[in-house]
């Protein structure tokens, strides 16, 4: 296969088209963070053509999107806008066009003119990255949300009709801040939720979602608004394709804070307080199987992780440690090299010597006063003390296969990979990787990154 040889490599180009090019059900799991929407401009070399017709002879305007007036779809006839600043162009225009014949635009991925043809565009790339998934696989999704009117989102200092720019334009250019504008559903001021937007999108074209991961930030970015509280947290999305996927749940399992007898051992005892189970609620934990994980607790989904300085990339990298766990958890580290399957795994965990009939040995002990609690003398003669000790657990992570062909390392991707923190802790943790990045300064960073990683 010929992207076998693109394998722990990291590409450049626009991942739109390098995911086109990728074959089916390739990769294991992908976690990502796309450009941020209205967040920054990240330079000419990273504007491409959306939508639109394929054989059309584009006509570029460059334009603004006026809010005041209706929206009916961005090219169409009855659209009230784009407000033409410039004659028609020959060629697209560094910073924003639509094309007067076909309706396409010209521009950055995050630096469109309404949230949905931003929304558009990420499902457009999301699609295809779904393709390239395995049946098996989970993506993790990164967002930040925006604020209408923050300068780090959508309000545009221009007037109506498109006149000169201001002087908080020209600051905003010099510092290579966007500036798109407030829409009539999204007033100034108000945050714009974009990844809950992203993310009903995605279930509607056929993701499942799995969690809503809380990525709070002990030492958040400082804020200087006075009638708010600052930011302190971002998204972290768990999709997956089907509803049956890889989940290794006791890679990331994490010690108890205190030791767990509720469920057998010496220390149960019938209070009668209980409304259910006559007071001990044994029987009913012991026939669910909801004792305690021996390998631990489920760690939840508020993941507290501070962020880490990376001066030779952009703001926008986030820590290893955010992507560990969705690496550990989704990425298995061996998949047959026939059909993909993860490789088989078994866990066990020694017998509990105190999980025995708790009913049957407290009435021969006189622990259980109850009339009917009481074993009858035909389940006490026939009680056998080793017959009720619990079986060694057998949790079994992956099927696997039969195909006897060998294994090989699962492969992480990063269609928008940056500095390359996802590769990198893919690389640390003994996994395969993709990362994909339009911008040759992050690639050439992020593989920097990589040959120092042994």
């Known amino acids: 296969m010929v992207f076998l040889g693109l394998v722990n490599k990291i590409v450049c180009g626009d991942a739109l088209e390098i995911l086109k090019r990728m074959p089916p059900?390739?990769?294991?799991?992908?976690?990502?963070?796309?450009?941020?929407?209205?967040?920054?401009?990240?330079?000419?070399?990273?504007?491409?053509?959306?939508?639109?017709?394929l054989e059309c002879k584009?006509?570029?305007?460059?334009?603004?999107?006026?809010?005041?007036?209706?929206?009916?779809?961005?090219?169409?006839?009855?659209?009230?806008?784009?407000?033409?600043?410039?004659?028609?162009?020959?060629?697209?225009?560094?910073?924003?066009?639509?094309?007067?014949?076909?309706?396409?635009?010209?521009?950055?991925?995050?630096?469109?003119?309404?949230?949905?043809?931003?929304?558009?565009?990420?499902?457009?790339?999301?699609?295809?990255l779904k393709r390239t998934l395995k049946p098996t696989?989970?993506?993790?999704?990164?967002?930040?949300?925006?604020?209408?009117?923050?300068?780090?989102?959508?309000?545009?200092?221009?007037?109506?009709?498109?006149?000169?720019?201001?002087?908080?334009?020209?600051?905003?250019?010099?510092?290579?801040k966007p500036a798109p504008q407030a829409t009539a559903s999204i007033p100034r001021k108000s945050l714009c939720m974009i990844p809950e937007r992203v993310a009903l999108a995605m279930i509607s074209d056929g993701w499942i979602l799995r969690n809503k991961i809380i990525w709070h930030k002990p030492n958040p970015m400082p804020a200087s608004v006075k009638d708010r509280l600052s930011n302190t947290w971002e998204y972290l999305f768990h999709f997956v394709k089907r509803q049956k996927y890889y989940y290794n749940l006791d890679a990331i399992r994490e010690p108890y804070a205190k030791p767990t007898n509720r469920w057998g051992g010496e220390k149960?005892?019938?209070?009668?307080?209980?409304?259910?189970?006559?007071?001990?609620?044994?029987?009913?934990?012991?026939?669910?199987?909801?004792?305690?994980?021996?390998?631990?607790?489920?760690?939840?989904?508020?993941?507290?992780?501070?962020?880490?300085?990376?001066?030779?990339?952009?703001?926008?990298?986030?820590?290893?440690?955010?992507?560990?766990?969705?690496?550990?958890?989704?990425?298995?580290?061996?998949?047959?090299?026939?059909c993909g399957q993860p490789k088989r795994?078994?866990?066990?965990?020694k017998p509990n010597p105190n999980a025995f009939n708790i009913r049957v040995r407290d009435v021969k002990a006189g622990r259980i006063k109850f009339e009917d609690r009481k074993a009858s003398e035909a389940e006490v003669k026939q009680y056998?003390?080793?017959?009720?000790?619990?079986?060694?657990?057998?949790?079994?992570?992956?099927?696997?296969?039969?195909?006897?062909s060998?294994?090989?390392?699962?492969?992480?991707?990063?269609?928008?990979?940056?500095?390359?923190?996802?590769?990198?802790?893919?690389?640390?943790?003994g996994r395969g990787f993709i990362g994909i990045d339009i911008r040759e300064t992050y690639c050439r960073m992020a593989r920097e990154r990589l040959a120092k990683e042994y």
């Open 25 to 53: 059900e390739f990769v294991d799991m992908a976690m990502t963070s796309p450009p941020y929407w209205g967040l920054r401009n990240y330079g000419k070399d990273t504007c491409k053509i959306w939508d639109g017709g």
């Open 58 to 128: 584009h006509e570029w305007v460059e334009s603004d999107v006026n809010y005041s007036q209706p929206h009916h779809g961005i090219g169409s006839k009855t659209m009230e806008t784009p407000c033409v600043t410039k004659e028609a162009l020959n060629k697209p225009n560094p910073k924003s066009a639509f094309c007067n014949k076909c309706g396409a635009w010209y521009g950055q991925l995050g630096l469109e003119p309404l949230p949905d043809m931003y929304v558009k565009h990420l499902l457009q790339i999301f699609r295809e």
């Open 137 to 176: 696989g989970s993506f993790y999704l990164n967002m930040g949300d925006t604020y209408a009117g923050s300068r780090c989102g959508s309000h545009d200092y221009r007037t109506d009709k498109c006149k000169n720019f201001t002087g908080r334009e020209q600051y905003d250019n010099k510092y290579n």
């Open 268 to 338: 149960l005892k019938a209070t009668g307080k209980s409304t259910w189970d006559k007071g001990t609620g044994q029987n009913t934990y012991r026939n669910r199987n909801m004792r305690p994980n021996p390998n631990g607790k489920n760690p939840g989904d508020v993941f507290k992780i501070t962020t880490k300085a990376f001066p030779e990339a952009h703001f926008a990298v986030y820590p290893e440690k955010l992507c560990e766990a969705p690496i550990k958890v989704g990425c298995p580290e061996c998949v047959c090299k026939k």
């Open 345 to 349: 795994q078994i866990l066990k965990t």
């Open 384 to 404: 056998q003390e080793k017959k009720y000790q619990s079986r060694p657990m057998e949790v079994v992570i992956a099927k696997g296969c039969k195909c006897n």
């Open 406 to 429: 060998g294994f090989k390392l699962g492969i992480a991707l990063d269609p928008f990979c940056g500095a390359g923190t996802t590769c990198l802790v893919a690389k640390k943790l």
